[in-house]
Structure formats: structure tokens, C-alpha cells
């Protein structure tokens, strides 16, 4: 039987082994051939494992812990690092039977919009290998993409989930804070960091999260899920109110293509019953992006400084005393916009600066919050591109830091509430993706995957890359 692994979901895979009209040998044959085909433009991944079991294979970005199997969370410093134990999301995964087909390519420590931070080199969008595939989770984009996965595991602290789903023509979900573990995820920013599922559809996506998902007493922060995740049917919008926020539509930088395709699936969401308003989130999109690089560098800074040379990963060679090995083991190991965070970072929370912007960044992060909370008052879920621009070319931004950061404009502001969001494609502009954001309270992912499947159907996108069709 011949596989199509660009177009097979995770879904109808389950169903080809259920039915045994394929084996599990055969199955991953068949993605290792796509890989072996399609990767060496790609670069999706940093280590391709191939592993060989009775469920549906998965790519697993390279934050992610995985035992006997590297994990460098795309830095140098952990070049080489083996862990010796699972994630808890991985071992979920494991314990339903879903081999690894490799980790997937990041942005060192998950610091980016593009994946060109890797220390690995970048991955590149199977739309267009001359653009970029988002990130931080863009190698786990183009596998799933690419025809080189059926779907993966990212991680998102500002967007990094939804963006490159958005780049990617994915479905992508950041779920609710604290609803996955992150015990053996590599840390960026603790207080933001979570896993979430990349998939081709709706109905993949609620089938991962249901694997993922739920308390582990291992990461405190985790909670019970208020509700059984169910695999969405729906194909009405019927009674949904759905919020259009005026700064998150209009915020500058969107491209008028990506406007053009939101506002057609805006204008279907009502075709199909849903009732559609305006509201307003002025503090979140305006002090979204500020509150958000002082936080999460500040954060970084505290989780990094573990990485020193002396347990474990990278080590400057031949140091003339203990704060040389130090200082050089660091300085080599991490990159050009990993450093720029950490000392970003450091100096917000240096003595006699904590209170004026780690602390007020906190405070404000509470109003984002409550901002949104009185928009979900109004309305039940809120809507908005998922990223201001299609997928840009490589080394576009790379030299403009405060360009790249503007990617996540229209991502950030939900994160910094700790609410879920999940991206689904809406259509094309210049022969590329364009995503649509459905941003809902805490807990809400069944709405969000139900209304995500009714639009998802209605849109009728056709995932598969034009120019490998």
C-alpha cells in the first residue's frame, strides 16, 4: 500500500493500523522515506529516531525530554546531552503507543520567531524553503507540514506554537496555563512555557491534547481538567459569540492579504450562526509586548544560569580558573539572541531595578488579565490573525530584533492572561498561509476546538504545500 504522508492524518493513520491495512514497520517507513526524501531542504529535524510501535508516530520538539534520545533544545551548550528519563507529556505519548520519529529543529531555548536561532542551522517552510517556518516550534511546523510527521509536540511561551502553525497552514494550540506538565521541558520562561499539539486538523489536535493533557504531580502547577477534551462534530456556530478585538485586528504591521483572509472567515463564522461584535483591548496590545520581554527574559535568566560548564552540556575548553570556565562556557555555548535575553533579563532583576520593571511588568500582566476577562463577559471566544505577515524570507529580520519580536504582537497578549489559543488556517495571501487566532477563556479548549472545527470545515483549507501537491 502506498502512503501518501502528506496528506494522512493523524486520524486515518490510527485507522490504516486499526484495520491493519498497515503495519506499524510500514507506517514509519514510509515517514523515514519522506524524511530520507524532503528533510535535507527542510531541516525539520535535529535526530531522527524512527522508532517503531502500534500507534501513530509523533515528532517531539527538542525542549522536550526524552530518555536515551539527545535533547538540546537547539542550543550548543546541551550539545551532546542525553537525558536519562521522559517529560511527562513524552511519557503520556509513550504510554498510548506513539513511537518517536525524531526531535524536532527550535530556536535555542525557544528564543525566537523563526527557528533561524538554532545553533543547528534553521529549519525552512515547505510552502517556500526560502522563508522561514515560525517559531520557536518551526522544525516541528515543517515536519508536520512537510509530510515528514502526522503531527508534534511544540512548546509556546509568546506564540511559539501558534505562529508557525499560522506560517506553517496548521492547526496549533497553546493550551489553558498549567492544563500540560512541564516537568522534563527544557525552561525558557517558567510563569508562560507550555506544550501544546501542531496537527493538519481540529480533530487530530483534540485527540493529542487528550493525550497530554491533565494533573502531574510532578509540576505543581499543573490542575485537574474541568472537563472530559472531546473530539470536536460540530458544524453550526449556532449561539457563539464571538468578539472581534479592534487592536488586535487593526494593531500596525498587519499585512492587508492577512486582513483580507481573517476578515472572510470572520464574515463565515457569522454565515454559520455565530453572532459577531467589536470590543476593545487597549492595555493588553499596547503594553502586551513590553510586559512580555521583561517577564520572560527575566525568567530565562533565572533558568539559564544553570548552564555553566561544570555538570553538564558544553564546556569551554582549558579555562584558567573557575570563572573563566564560566564566563568563556557560556559566552561559546550560547547564542547571539539567547545572550541578548539573559542580560535583558538580569538587568531587570538586578538590585535597585526588580521593583521598577520585573515587578511592574507583573502588575501589569494582571491588568492584561483582567481585560480580557471583562471581554469574556461579552463574548465567548475572541478572534484575530494569528500572525501580522505571511512567513517572511530568511534573514528578512534576523539583524532587527525588535522586527522579529513584533511577530508575536498578536500572540502575546492572550499568553501573558495564560489563556488558550488555538491557530487555525483561513486561507492564502501571495500563495501563502494566513492564520486565523480563536482565543478563549481559561479551560475553554473544547469550545475552541468545536468552533475551530465548524470554521475549519467551512473554510475547507487545503493543508498540503502547493508546490508539493
Same mark, same amino acid.
Given at each position: 500500500?502506498?502512503?501518501?504522508?502528506?496528506?494522512?492524518?493523524?486520524?486515518?493513520?490510527?485507522?490504516?493500523?486499526?484495520?491493519?491495512?498497515?503495519? &506499524?514497520?510500514?507506517?514509519?517507513?514510509?515517514?523515514?522515506?519522506?524524511?530520507?526524501?524532503?528533510?535535507?531542504?527542510?531541516?525539520?529535524?535535529?535526530?531522527?529516531?524512527?522508532?517503531?510501535?502500534?500507534?501513530? $508516530?509523533?515528532?517531539?520538539?527538542? @525542549?522536550?525530554?526524552?530518555?536515551?534520545?539527545?535533547?538540546?533544545?537547539?542550543?550548543?551548550?546541551?550539545?551532546?546531552?542525553?537525558? +536519562?528519563?521522559?517529560?511527562?507529556?513524552?511519557?503520556? @505519548?509513550?504510554?498510548?503507543?506513539?513511537?518517536?520519529?525524531?526531535?524536532?529543529?527550535?530556536?535555542?531555548?525557544?528564543?525566537?520567531?523563526?527557528?533561524?536561532?538554532?545553533?543547528?542551522?534553521?529549519?525552512?517552510?515547505?510552502?517556500?524553503?526560502?522563508?522561514?517556518?515560525?517559531?520557536?516550534?518551526?522544525?516541528?511546523?515543517?515536519? +508536520?507540514?512537510?509530510?515528514?510527521?502526522?503531527?508534534?509536540?511544540?512548546?509556546?511561551?509568546?506564540?511559539?506554537?501558534?505562529?508557525? /502553525?499560522?506560517? @506553517?497552514?496548521?492547526?496549533?494550540?497553546?493550551?489553558?496555563?498549567?492544563?500540560?506538565?512541564?516537568?522534563?521541558?527544557? /525552561?525558557?520562561?517558567?510563569?508562560?512555557?507550555?506544550?501544546? *499539539?501542531?496537527?493538519?486538523?481540529?480533530?487530530?489536535?483534540?485527540?493529542?491534547?487528550?493525550?497530554?493533557?491533565?494533573?502531574?504531580?510532578?509540576?505543581?502547577?499543573?490542575?485537574?481538567?474541568?472537563?472530559?477534551?472531546?473530539? $470536536?462534530?460540530?458544524?453550526?456556530?449556532?449561539?457563539?459569540?464571538?468578539?472581534?478585538?479592534?487592536?488586535?485586528?487593526?494593531?500596525?504591521?498587519?499585512? &492587508?492579504?492577512?486582513? /483580507?483572509?481573517?476578515?472572510?472567515?470572520?464574515?463565515?463564522?457569522?454565515?454559520?450562526?455565530?453572532?459577531?461584535?467589536?470590543?476593545?483591548?487597549?492595555?493588553? +496590545?499596547?503594553?502586551?509586548?513590553?510586559?512580555?520581554?521583561?517577564?520572560?527574559?527575566?525568567?530565562?535568566?533565572?533558568?539559564?544560569?544553570?548552564?555553566?560548564?561544570?555538570?553538564?552540556?558544553?564546556?569551554?575548553?582549558?579555562?584558567?580558573?573557575?570563572?573563566?570556565?564560566?564566563?568563556?562556557?557560556?559566552?561559546?555555548?550560547?547564542?547571539?539572541?539567547?545572550?541578548?535575553?539573559?542580560?535583558?533579563?538580569?538587568?531587570?532583576?538586578?538590585?535597585?531595578?526588580?521593583?521598577?520593571?520585573?515587578?511592574?511588568?507583573?502588575?501589569?500582566?494582571?491588568?492584561?488579565?483582567?481585560?480580557? %476577562?471583562?471581554?469574556?463577559?461579552?463574548?465567548?471566544?475572541?478572534?484575530?490573525?494569528?500572525? &501580522?505577515?505571511?512567513?517572511?524570507?530568511?534573514?528578512?529580520?534576523?539583524?532587527?530584533?525588535?522586527?522579529?519580536?513584533?511577530?508575536?504582537?498578536?500572540?502575546?497578549?492572550?499568553?501573558? %492572561?495564560?489563556?488558550?489559543?488555538?491557530?487555525?488556517?483561513?486561507?492564502?495571501?501571495?500563495?501563502?498561509?494566513?492564520?486565523?487566532?480563536?482565543?478563549? $477563556?481559561?479551560?475553554?479548549?473544547?469550545?475552541?476546538?468545536?468552533?475551530?472545527?465548524?470554521?475549519?470545515?467551512?473554510?475547507?483549507?487545503? &493543508?498540503? *504545500?502547493?508546490?508539493?501537491?
Amino acid at each position: 500500500m502506498t502512503l501518501d504522508t502528506l496528506r494522512l492524518t493523524a486520524e486515518e493513520t490510527a485507522g490504516l493500523i486499526e484495520r491493519r491495512e498497515v503495519s &506499524p514497520r510500514e507506517l514509519t517507513g514510509a515517514y523515514m522515506r519522506a524524511i530520507d526524501e524532503r528533510d535535507g531542504e527542510l531541516h525539520a529535524y535535529l535526530h531522527v529516531a524512527g522508532e517503531i510501535g502500534p500507534g501513530v $508516530p509523533i515528532a517531539i520538539k527538542d @525542549c522536550i525530554t526524552t530518555s536515551g534520545v539527545p535533547t538540546t533544545a537547539g542550543s550548543r551548550i546541551l550539545q551532546g546531552y542525553v537525558p +536519562v528519563f521522559d517529560s511527562t507529556v513524552f511519557a503520556r @505519548c509513550r504510554a498510548m503507543g506513539l513511537p518517536l520519529i525524531g526531535k524536532s529543529n527550535m530556536d535555542e531555548f525557544a528564543m525566537g520567531s523563526s527557528t533561524e536561532n538554532s545553533a543547528y542551522g534553521p529549519s525552512r517552510n515547505p510552502w517556500d524553503p526560502e522563508r522561514v517556518p515560525g517559531g520557536s516550534s518551526g522544525g516541528s511546523a515543517a515536519a +508536520v507540514a512537510g509530510g515528514l510527521a502526522p503531527w508534534a509536540l511544540g512548546s509556546d511561551t509568546g506564540g511559539s506554537i501558534k505562529q508557525p /502553525a499560522a506560517l @506553517c497552514g496548521l492547526v496549533g494550540l497553546r493550551p489553558t496555563y498549567g492544563t500540560v506538565s512541564r516537568y522534563g521541558v527544557i /525552561a525558557f520562561a517558567s510563569s508562560l512555557d507550555q506544550v501544546g *499539539p501542531i496537527t493538519r486538523t481540529v480533530r487530530d489536535n483534540a485527540w493529542l491534547y487528550s493525550i497530554i493533557a491533565g494533573r502531574d504531580p510532578l509540576d505543581s502547577t499543573t490542575v485537574d481538567l474541568p472537563e472530559q477534551v472531546r473530539v $470536536p462534530t460540530a458544524e453550526s456556530l449556532n449561539g457563539l459569540r464571538v468578539g472581534v478585538p479592534r487592536e488586535l485586528n487593526e494593531a500596525e504591521g498587519i499585512e &492587508p492579504g492577512v486582513t /483580507a483572509s481573517v476578515q472572510r472567515a470572520i464574515a463565515l463564522a457569522e454565515e454559520l450562526g455565530a453572532e459577531v461584535g467589536e470590543v476593545s483591548l487597549p492595555r493588553s +496590545v499596547e503594553y502586551g509586548l513590553a510586559c512580555y520581554y521583561l517577564i520572560a527574559p527575566a525568567e530565562a535568566s533565572s533558568n539559564l544560569a544553570r548552564y555553566d560548564g561544570v555538570r553538564y552540556g558544553y564546556r569551554a575548553e582549558a579555562p584558567a580558573d573557575l570563572l573563566d570556565l564560566y564566563e568563556r562556557t557560556r559566552w561559546e555555548g550560547f547564542g547571539a539572541e539567547s545572550r541578548r535575553r539573559i542580560l535583558l533579563g538580569t538587568y531587570a532583576l538586578s538590585a535597585g531595578y526588580y521593583d521598577a520593571f520585573y515587578g511592574q511588568a507583573q502588575k501589569v500582566r494582571t491588568l492584561i488579565g483582567q481585560e480580557f %476577562a471583562a471581554a469574556f463577559e461579552r463574548y465567548d471566544l475572541l478572534v484575530s490573525p494569528t500572525s &501580522p505577515t505571511v512567513a517572511f524570507r530568511i534573514g528578512e529580520k534576523a539583524e532587527n530584533p525588535l522586527a522579529m519580536y513584533l511577530s508575536d504582537v498578536l500572540t502575546i497578549p492572550p499568553n501573558m %492572561a495564560g489563556l488558550p489559543g488555538l491557530n487555525i488556517p483561513c486561507g492564502l495571501s501571495e500563495g501563502l498561509p494566513v492564520g486565523l487566532q480563536l482565543i478563549g $477563556p481559561q479551560f475553554s479548549e473544547n469550545l475552541l476546538f468545536a468552533a475551530g472545527h465548524a470554521l475549519e470545515r467551512a473554510i475547507g483549507f487545503d &493543508p498540503v *504545500p502547493e508546490r508539493l501537491r
